[in-house]
């Protein structure tokens, strides 16, 4: 029977605590980024609305909203908004893109006179930001540990590879044709999130577009540790699967409580790019690329026949390449990382350029 999630494959290789380990960073990556989703949807409603009432106001609407729809049991009855989610964020940042291209110039570059992109290949950021923007890349990837989800899930798991592949390949090609073409056209001045580019009507019109992709990624993030919580409080009882009152409640709880810590998160942290970069580093650099590595180190020991080509040459530097890349760059990337996205969040603060935990402020730019 194929495991729902990496929590398993953490009990395979080191035990209990492997399992809990596992489970915790599991679990609190896809928290932390449904608080992201809802603090992402309080920037859509500001932007829409032109900061209309309170952004405290706006995350709990969005929380609300989020769950209603996560409160819907199995996945595969809620998998359909994916492709609502997607849509909409494809048609926001496509619109986005055709927007600085025939704009004289983004909204955030000086409005008269001459200005400069300051378009560079390679830059000179420094070390806490240039590891920050690494943490927003990873973070952008992170979502490895769903696939145990999703796999389990599958009529027919062999066409799991397939389904990867396709999914995988589909948005890095998004990231490096659509993101490429916005940093051409903005350079430095691309504002965060990248939404709010293209000048105040445009801005309403982009975050309009993305709203149900929003909405559905604070969901599909809250969703799916919800589960994780309610199998392993029901478990060995006949409410795990019963329809009974027990197990309505809950589920219903366990939605909830995910839903409010991810408000908590989104309010404490009440700036995208800094949340994003401490997501990045702290959880999801773990969650996505040194536990991978591990698991590629346990297979290989344990299952031998598997890689028949493992004394080749070849298949050495692959396993030189696993403990450089994924166990030594992702430790470092930990560290590092979380260390910039500390650093950052403070002089934000310390600057007043960043509003307050649980502001009514506008967050939308």
């Known amino acids: 029977m194929l495991s729902r999630y990496d929590v398993s494959v953490g009990q395979i290789m080191f035990g209990p605590i492997g399992r809990e380990i596992f489970g915790f960073f599991y679990w609190i990556q896809l928290v932390a980024v449904a608080g992201a989703g809802l603090l992402t949807c309080s920037v859509a409603f500001n932007a829409m609305s032109e900061h209309g009432t309170c952004t405290i106001v706006f995350v709990v609407v969005a929380a609300v909203i989020n769950i209603l729809i996560s409160s819907i049991q199995t996945l595969d009855r809620i998998s359909w908004i994916g492709w609502i989610g997607v849509g909409g964020i494809v048609s926001s ?13 983004p909204n955030a570059a000086p409005q008269t006179g001459p200005w400069d992109k300051e378009v560079l ?13 690494l943490s927003n890349i990873i973070f952008s990837f992170a979502g490895t540990p769903n696939f145990f989800n999703v796999i389990a899930e599958m009529k027919n798991p062999r066409d799991y590879n397939k389904a990867m592949g396709v999914c995988q390949t589909f ?13 051409h056209f903005c350079g430095e001045y691309i504002a965060s999130p990248a939404l709010g580019s293209a000048g105040p009507l445009m801005k309403k019109v982009c975050y309009g577009l993305a709203l149900p992709g929003l909405i559905v990624s604070a969901v599909l993030n809250t969703h799916l540790p919800a589960k994780y919580v309610f199998v392993r409080v029901m478990r060995n009882s006949r409410h795990l699967s019963a329809n009974t009152i027990t197990h309505r409640v809950v589920w219903v709880s366990c939605v909830i409580g995910s839903c409010a810590i991810s408000f908590v998160i989104a309010e404490g942290i009440p700036v995208f790019s800094d949340l994003i970069s401490l997501i990045g580093a702290l959880i999801a650099t773990p969650n996505s690329i040194i536990f991978e590595g591990m698991m590629f180190i346990y297979d290989l020991r344990t299952n031998p026949d598997k890689y028949p080509n493992r004394s080749k040459w070849w298949h050495k530097g692959l396993e030189v390449m696993n403990w450089v890349v994924m166990i030594g760059f992702g430790l470092f990337a930990t560290v590092a990382g979380t260390y910039a996205a500390a650093v950052t969040i403070r002089a934000d603060v310390s600057a007043g350029s960043t509003t307050q935990p649980f502001s009514c402020a506008d967050n939308s730019g």
Do not use: H
Not at 121 to 133: E, K
Not at 171 to 183: E, F, K, M, P, R
């Open 171 to 183: 948005v890095l090609s998004c990231y490096l044709i659509l993101g490429c073409t916005i940093y």
């Open 121 to 133: 290949i390679f830059n000179n950021p420094g070390f806490v930001l240039g590891i920050s923007t």
């Open 93 to 105: 940042i496509v619109t986005l893109t055709v927007a600085v291209a025939v704009q004289d110039r």
